[in-house]
T-cell receptor, first 108, second 114 residues
Framework: KNEVEQSPQNLTAQEGEFITINCSYSVGISALHWLQQHPGGGIVSLFMLSSGKKKHGRLIATINIQEKHSSLHITASHPRDSAVYICAVRGSNYKLTFGKGTLLTVNP | EAGVTQFPSHSVIEKGQTVTLRCDPISGHDNLYWYRRVMGKEIKFLLHFVKESKQDESGMPNNRFLAERTGGTYSTLKVQPAELEDSGVYFC????????????FGQGTRLTVV
Protein backbone atom coordinates (compact mmCIF):
# COMPACT_ATOMS: atom_id res chain seq x y z
CA LYS A 1 0.00 0.00 0.00
CA ASN A 2 1.38 3.36 -1.00
CA GLU A 3 1.99 5.84 1.80
CA VAL A 4 -0.03 8.41 -0.16
CA GLU A 5 -3.36 7.40 -1.63
CA GLN A 6 -5.39 9.58 -3.96
CA SER A 7 -8.97 9.25 -5.06
CA PRO A 8 -10.41 9.11 -7.54
CA GLN A 9 -7.78 7.92 -10.01
CA ASN A 10 -9.80 9.30 -12.89
CA LEU A 11 -12.43 12.01 -12.85
CA THR A 12 -14.54 13.36 -15.69
CA ALA A 13 -16.62 16.46 -15.16
CA GLN A 14 -18.67 18.94 -17.13
CA GLU A 15 -17.54 22.52 -17.35
CA GLY A 16 -18.78 24.49 -14.37
CA GLU A 17 -18.92 21.56 -11.96
CA PHE A 18 -17.35 21.61 -8.50
CA ILE A 19 -14.46 19.15 -8.31
CA THR A 20 -12.99 17.43 -5.26
CA ILE A 21 -9.85 15.31 -5.25
CA ASN A 22 -8.87 13.52 -2.08
CA CYS A 23 -5.52 12.54 -0.61
CA SER A 24 -4.90 10.33 2.40
CA TYR A 25 -1.50 9.58 3.86
CA SER A 26 -0.26 7.18 6.46
CA VAL A 27 2.86 8.87 7.80
CA GLY A 28 3.57 11.93 9.90
CA ILE A 29 4.23 14.89 7.68
CA SER A 30 5.71 18.36 7.88
CA ALA A 31 3.97 19.59 4.74
CA LEU A 32 1.67 18.45 1.95
CA HIS A 33 1.91 19.61 -1.64
CA TRP A 34 -0.65 19.68 -4.41
CA LEU A 35 0.90 19.62 -7.86
CA GLN A 36 -0.52 19.89 -11.37
CA GLN A 37 0.77 18.38 -14.58
CA HIS A 38 -0.82 19.17 -17.93
CA PRO A 39 -0.42 16.60 -20.72
CA GLY A 40 3.11 16.79 -22.05
CA GLY A 41 3.94 19.51 -19.58
CA GLY A 42 6.04 19.93 -16.51
CA ILE A 43 4.90 19.81 -12.91
CA VAL A 44 3.60 22.98 -11.32
CA SER A 45 3.24 23.48 -7.60
CA LEU A 46 -0.27 24.61 -6.68
CA PHE A 47 -0.18 24.59 -2.89
CA MET A 48 2.06 23.72 0.00
CA LEU A 49 0.24 23.46 3.31
CA SER A 50 0.75 22.08 6.76
CA SER A 51 -2.54 23.09 8.36
CA GLY A 52 -5.90 24.61 7.62
CA LYS A 53 -6.87 25.86 4.21
CA LYS A 54 -5.40 27.81 1.31
CA LYS A 55 -7.16 29.43 -1.64
CA HIS A 56 -5.81 30.59 -4.96
CA GLY A 57 -8.32 31.71 -7.53
CA ARG A 58 -10.75 28.85 -8.14
CA LEU A 59 -8.56 26.35 -6.29
CA ILE A 60 -8.92 25.55 -2.60
CA ALA A 61 -6.79 23.10 -0.64
CA THR A 62 -7.59 21.87 2.85
CA ILE A 63 -5.77 19.58 5.22
CA ASN A 64 -6.81 17.76 8.39
CA ILE A 65 -3.65 16.70 10.18
CA GLN A 66 -5.45 14.55 12.75
CA GLU A 67 -7.24 12.57 10.06
CA LYS A 68 -4.20 12.56 7.74
CA HIS A 69 -6.34 13.77 4.87
CA SER A 70 -6.28 16.60 2.37
CA SER A 71 -8.66 17.72 -0.34
CA LEU A 72 -8.19 19.82 -3.44
CA HIS A 73 -11.31 21.59 -4.67
CA ILE A 74 -11.84 23.31 -7.99
CA THR A 75 -14.83 25.61 -8.26
CA ALA A 76 -16.46 26.40 -11.60
CA SER A 77 -14.25 23.91 -13.43
CA HIS A 78 -13.05 24.71 -16.92
CA PRO A 79 -11.60 22.54 -19.70
CA ARG A 80 -8.20 24.16 -19.11
CA ASP A 81 -8.25 22.57 -15.64
CA SER A 82 -7.86 19.18 -17.33
CA ALA A 83 -4.60 17.77 -16.00
CA VAL A 84 -3.13 15.26 -13.60
CA TYR A 85 -3.31 16.45 -10.00
CA ILE A 86 -0.73 14.97 -7.67
CA CYS A 87 -0.60 14.95 -3.91
CA ALA A 88 2.84 14.69 -2.30
CA VAL A 89 3.88 14.72 1.34
CA ARG A 90 7.10 15.66 3.05
CA GLY A 91 7.99 13.85 6.25
CA SER A 92 10.84 14.59 8.62
CA ASN A 93 13.38 14.72 5.84
CA TYR A 94 13.52 16.63 2.60
CA LYS A 95 12.16 14.13 0.14
CA LEU A 96 8.61 14.09 -1.19
CA THR A 97 6.47 10.96 -1.31
CA PHE A 98 3.94 11.11 -4.11
CA GLY A 99 0.50 9.75 -4.77
CA LYS A 100 -0.24 8.19 -8.16
CA GLY A 101 -2.17 11.23 -9.30
CA THR A 102 -5.73 11.95 -10.37
CA LEU A 103 -6.44 12.44 -14.06
CA LEU A 104 -9.08 15.15 -14.37
CA THR A 105 -10.90 15.74 -17.63
CA VAL A 106 -13.29 18.66 -17.85
CA ASN A 107 -15.55 18.57 -20.87
CA PRO A 108 -17.02 21.75 -22.39
CA GLU B 1 13.53 34.61 -14.04
CA ALA B 2 14.23 31.27 -15.69
CA GLY B 3 12.64 28.25 -14.09
CA VAL B 4 14.13 24.82 -13.62
CA THR B 5 15.43 23.64 -16.97
CA GLN B 6 16.10 20.07 -18.00
CA PHE B 7 17.96 18.72 -21.02
CA PRO B 8 17.18 16.85 -23.14
CA SER B 9 13.39 16.79 -23.13
CA HIS B 10 13.39 13.36 -24.76
CA SER B 11 16.03 10.70 -25.17
CA VAL B 12 15.79 7.33 -26.88
CA ILE B 13 18.79 5.06 -26.40
CA GLU B 14 19.58 1.42 -26.80
CA LYS B 15 20.07 -0.92 -23.90
CA GLY B 16 23.67 -0.81 -22.78
CA GLN B 17 24.29 2.75 -23.88
CA THR B 18 25.02 5.70 -21.62
CA VAL B 19 22.79 8.71 -21.17
CA THR B 20 23.38 11.89 -19.23
CA LEU B 21 20.50 14.05 -18.11
CA ARG B 22 21.07 17.63 -17.06
CA CYS B 23 19.18 19.90 -14.69
CA ASP B 24 19.71 23.63 -14.29
CA PRO B 25 17.97 24.73 -11.10
CA ILE B 26 16.70 28.20 -10.38
CA SER B 27 19.65 30.43 -9.55
CA GLY B 28 20.28 30.61 -5.83
CA HIS B 29 18.41 27.42 -5.00
CA ASP B 30 20.54 25.31 -2.69
CA ASN B 31 18.25 22.28 -2.76
CA LEU B 32 18.14 20.17 -5.90
CA TYR B 33 16.15 16.95 -6.20
CA TRP B 34 15.90 14.23 -8.79
CA TYR B 35 12.70 12.21 -9.11
CA ARG B 36 11.54 9.57 -11.55
CA ARG B 37 8.19 8.32 -12.76
CA VAL B 38 8.13 4.87 -14.29
CA MET B 39 5.06 4.21 -16.45
CA GLY B 40 1.98 3.46 -14.42
CA LYS B 41 3.63 4.17 -11.11
CA GLU B 42 3.88 7.16 -8.82
CA ILE B 43 6.79 9.59 -8.93
CA LYS B 44 9.63 8.36 -6.74
CA PHE B 45 12.46 10.20 -5.07
CA LEU B 46 15.97 9.49 -6.33
CA LEU B 47 18.27 11.88 -4.52
CA HIS B 48 18.74 15.28 -2.94
CA PHE B 49 21.63 17.74 -3.15
CA VAL B 50 22.27 20.65 -0.86
CA LYS B 51 24.60 22.81 -2.88
CA GLU B 52 27.23 20.37 -4.15
CA SER B 53 26.75 17.76 -1.41
CA LYS B 54 24.61 14.67 -1.72
CA GLN B 55 22.28 14.88 1.25
CA ASP B 56 20.22 11.79 0.56
CA GLU B 57 20.66 9.29 -2.23
CA SER B 58 18.51 6.57 -0.74
CA GLY B 59 16.25 6.48 -3.79
CA MET B 60 18.94 5.74 -6.36
CA PRO B 61 18.02 2.37 -7.87
CA ASN B 62 21.53 0.93 -8.23
CA ASN B 63 25.10 1.80 -9.03
CA ARG B 64 24.35 2.30 -12.71
CA PHE B 65 23.04 5.73 -11.70
CA LEU B 66 25.48 8.52 -10.88
CA ALA B 67 24.47 12.05 -9.98
CA GLU B 68 26.75 15.02 -9.65
CA ARG B 69 26.38 18.68 -8.88
CA THR B 70 29.77 20.21 -9.36
CA GLY B 71 30.06 23.70 -7.95
CA GLY B 72 26.57 23.53 -6.56
CA THR B 73 24.96 24.81 -9.74
CA TYR B 74 23.63 22.47 -12.41
CA SER B 75 23.35 18.74 -11.86
CA THR B 76 23.78 15.74 -14.09
CA LEU B 77 22.33 12.27 -13.76
CA LYS B 78 24.16 9.61 -15.72
CA VAL B 79 22.82 6.16 -16.39
CA GLN B 80 25.49 3.68 -17.48
CA PRO B 81 24.75 1.17 -18.86
CA ALA B 82 21.06 1.81 -19.41
CA GLU B 83 18.57 -1.01 -18.98
CA LEU B 84 15.00 -1.31 -20.26
CA GLU B 85 13.56 -0.73 -16.78
CA ASP B 86 15.26 2.67 -16.61
CA SER B 87 12.69 4.05 -19.03
CA GLY B 88 10.53 6.75 -17.53
CA VAL B 89 10.29 10.46 -16.96
CA TYR B 90 13.04 12.01 -14.86
CA PHE B 91 12.11 15.19 -13.05
CA CYS B 92 14.37 17.68 -11.39
CA UNK B 93 13.19 20.15 -8.76
CA UNK B 94 14.88 22.92 -6.82
CA UNK B 95 14.07 25.03 -3.79
CA UNK B 96 15.69 27.64 -1.62
CA UNK B 97 17.47 26.64 1.57
CA UNK B 98 15.31 25.11 4.27
CA UNK B 99 13.05 22.10 4.43
CA UNK B 100 9.50 23.27 3.89
CA UNK B 101 10.10 25.56 1.01
CA UNK B 102 8.24 25.46 -2.27
CA UNK B 103 9.75 23.14 -4.84
CA UNK B 104 9.90 24.22 -8.46
CA PHE B 105 9.91 21.42 -11.00
CA GLY B 106 11.42 21.14 -14.45
CA GLN B 107 9.59 19.87 -17.50
CA GLY B 108 11.16 16.45 -17.12
CA THR B 109 13.24 14.27 -19.43
CA ARG B 110 11.45 11.34 -21.00
CA LEU B 111 13.94 8.51 -21.29
CA THR B 112 13.14 5.51 -23.43
CA VAL B 113 15.53 2.57 -23.43
CA VAL B 114 14.94 0.15 -26.30
Amino acid sequence: KNEVEQSPQNLTAQEGEFITINCSYSVGISALHWLQQHPGGGIVSLFMLSSGKKKHGRLIATINIQEKHSSLHITASHPRDSAVYICAVRGSNYKLTFGKGTLLTVNP
Amino acid sequence: EAGVTQFPSHSVIEKGQTVTLRCDPISGHDNLYWYRRVMGKEIKFLLHFVKESKQDESGMPNNRFLAERTGGTYSTLKVQPAELEDSGVYFCASSIAGMNTEAFFGQGTRLTVV
